[in-house]
């Protein structure tokens, strides 16, 4: 039968492939979404981030190791699912301008839409505009903003200013999140809510709306 520890070694890899068979192996022997997700899928990504830090992993390998990851996380999301109807609330999501790093915001948005949420993803190095113009499209209840450089973390303020400049912050509640991010800035930058994590987004998209 094949293992965590395995499923974890496969996004280090960057083996999509494997990923996709061990994935689908531990989903059919019942082990729990939540085990794959963070004891494989999460676990193999985090060895990632340190090797990379040290300088003993490179942005190609990074970039396939992200890919891998996105495979397996889309076949655990895509079974939890079915079934659901009616959403639970509209998230608009986004990395700020300036930063490229997408995965933390991807994992988010795919849990959102996995319990339920309608997710419109602005993608990367989104600008405070076209924040604004999505606000205006589509009505979220939620503006999700991502970062995970110091120095990008200052235009989640940039942006909700322009929010409020646009006569549009109090529509909406406005989240962040990302490594480099915490409550205390969350709370000088006047944002509605942060979490630390993919998971706990949800409970906070799940508590901002009374849901
Ligand atoms: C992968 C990666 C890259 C990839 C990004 C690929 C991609 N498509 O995203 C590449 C190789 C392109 C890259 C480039 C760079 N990177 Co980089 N990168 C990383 C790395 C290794 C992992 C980040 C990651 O994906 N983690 C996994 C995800 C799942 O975790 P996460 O993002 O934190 O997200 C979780 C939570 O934070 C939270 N969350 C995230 N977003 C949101 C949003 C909301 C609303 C909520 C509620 C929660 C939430 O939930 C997520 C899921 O649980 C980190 C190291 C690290 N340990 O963080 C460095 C790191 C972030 N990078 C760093 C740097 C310096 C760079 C570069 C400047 C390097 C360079 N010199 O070119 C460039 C910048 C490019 C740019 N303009 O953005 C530094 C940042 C240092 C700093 N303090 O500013 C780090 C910390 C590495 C280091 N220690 O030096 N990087």
Redesign the pocket.
Known sequence: MATLEELAQAVLDGDETQVVELTKSLMDSGVDPQDIINKGL?AG?DK??EL??NNEMF?PE??MS?DALKAGMNLVLKDSKQGQVTPKGTVV?GTVE????????N??GMMLESNGFKVHDLGADVKAEKFIEAVKEYQPDIV???A?????MVNMKTTIDALAAAGVRDKVKV???????TQKFADEIGADG?????AS?VE?CRRLLGK
């Open positions: 999460l990504m990632v981030g990379f830090k942005v990074v970039l992200a999501i300036g930063d490229l790093h997408d995965i933390g915001k994992l988010v999700g903003m991502s995970l450089l110091t120095t990008t989240i962040i999140g990302g490594a480099p991010i942060y979490s630390p994590d993919a987004a906070l």
